[in-house]
């Protein structure tokens, strides 16, 4: 089935930028979504990327995709301490269930 | 626009009670989704609606996990008797015909003792 991998930690100082990594194994996804989780509050659509795109920026986000090596990656551009939460990797390939497929989240953890 | 809205937020229950969480998703958005969250993961899909029809709920536990979305807006996900190991966050997710997005609720925090 469809695994989508991500680091659980990556600690950052303020004002560096953050790069969120994430591997995934279905070659079928079409779409790839970044969503951020703050503490007790659910999930908030950062970005996506559509699979024949390799790059996509937006303010201080850069997503770059290596649809060879199934590698997805997010930037975040001088990181504040408001960025700090669960960074969540998910794709979608369609098919019957139409969900997403989530990876374990990376908590990015900011640094004074 | 108001986003997904999920009550309650919060429920602690006992275990063998039944508990109910209702989604309420965008306006216009035809499919509606429903996600597990266990602690330390991320979600994992248990149903999607198309308007009031149920087109997948393979990973839905039907022994003790029902729901329904009538007349295609609202939808409830029950579960009855609930277990120690269905403590989670429950989240709702709307998506509007031909986009890409799926957007989500603030989820329900549910403890069971």
């Known amino acids: 089935g469809e695994d989508v991998e991500q680091s659980l930690f990556l600690s950052v100082r303020e004002g560096d930028s953050s790069v969120i990594n994430c591997t995934y194994t279905?070659?079928?996804?079409?779409?790839l979504y970044w969503y951020k989780q703050e503490p007790g509050a659910g999930l908030q659509l950062l970005t996506y990327?559509?699979?024949?795109?390799d790059m996509k920026q937006d303010q201080r986000l850069t997503v770059l995709l290596n649809k060879k090596d199934k590698h997805l990656s997010l930037r975040i551009a001088d990181t504040q301490t408001g960025d700090s939460a669960i960074y969540f990797c998910?794709?979608?390939?369609?098919?019957?269930?139409?969900?997403?497929?989530f990876g374990k989240g990376t908590h990015l953890i900011i640094q004074p | 626009e108001a986003g997904v809205v999920q009550s309650p937020r919060y429920k602690i229950i006992e275990k063998k009670q039944p508990v109910a969480f209702w989604c309420n998703p965008i306006?216009?958005?035809?499919?509606l989704y429903w996600y597990l969250q266990n602690l330390g993961q991320g979600p994992e899909l248990l149903i999607r609606?198309?308007?009031?029809?149920?087109?997948?709920d393979s990973q839905l536990p039907k022994d003790r996990f029902s729901a329904e979305r009538l007349k295609g807006v609202d939808s409830t996900l029950k579960i009855q008797p609930a277990e120690l190991g269905d403590s989670a966050v429950y989240l709702c997710?709307?998506?509007?015909?031909?986009?890409?997005?799926?957007?989500f609720g603030p989820g329900t925090r549910l403890l069971v003792l």
């Open positions: 997710a709307s998506r509007k015909d031909y986009q890409e997005t799926q957007y």
């Open positions: 279905d070659s079928s996804s079409t779409y």
């Open positions: 990327i559509f699979s024949n795109m």
């Open positions: 998910a794709e979608y390939s369609g098919g019957g269930a139409d969900g997403l497929t």
């Open positions: 306006s216009g958005h035809n499919t």
């Open positions: 609606y198309e308007n009031e029809e149920a087109v997948d």
